[in-house]
Each structure stands twice: as structure tokens, then as C-alpha cells.
């Protein structure tokens, strides 16, 4: 991992992920039929577009730290996506 290896092991073609997202839909099929008021947040956004999913950002800055812990920086970005995704999902639910 970065800083100690180059960018471009941050960045793959949506194939990987896609080869995920069956066993995600089953997840979340499974769960939406016993408790149908569930709702789910997906975090890719931040990672992927439309071609490729990458762990950094357009100026290089890593959104994981490792393979498997989210970044501070990264936390910080996906905090702001999921803010806007719960303010648009959970808008009635929300108190201030």
C-alpha cells in the first residue's frame, strides 16, 4: 500500500466488484424480506464510477491507510456521502 508502493495498484476496472455484487444482492434480499423497513447505504460512490473503482482520490490521497481500514481522510469523505445519502433517505427520521 501507498506510501510505499505506486498509485497504480489503487486503481481496477469494475470487474472485481462487479463479480461481488450477486452476493450483495442476496445479502440484502435476504435481510429486506424479514425486516422489509430496512434500508441500505452503499459506499461505493466514493470508490467507483462508471469505468473504475480506485482508493484514492483525483490528488493521489488515499482513502484506505491499508488493505482493510478506511483512511482518516477516507472517513471523512465517505461521512459526507453518507450525510447527503441519509439526509435524502432518512430525512423524516432524522432529529436535530
Given at each position: ?70 483512511s482518516?481522510y ?8 453518507f ?14
Amino acid at each position: 500500500m501507498r506510501p510505499f508502493s505506486s498509485a497504480e495498484g489503487c486503481i481496477s476496472d469494475l470487474k472485481e466488484r462487479n463479480t461481488l455484487i450477486p452476493f450483495h444482492q442476496a445479502v440484502i434480499k435476504a435481510i429486506s424480506k424479514t425486516n422489509p423497513s430496512v434500508i441500505f447505504f452503499d459506499p461505493n460512490d466514493l470508490f467507483c464510477d462508471s469505468k473504475k473503482c480506485s482508493m484514492i482520490d483525483a490528488n493521489g490521497l488515499p482513502f484506505y491507510r491499508d488493505q482493510l481500514h478506511i483512511s482518516e481522510y477516507g472517513s471523512i469523505k465517505l461521512l459526507g456521502l453518507f450525510q447527503k445519502w441519509a439526509e435524502k433517505n432518512l430525512s423524516e427520521k432524522i432529529t436535530t
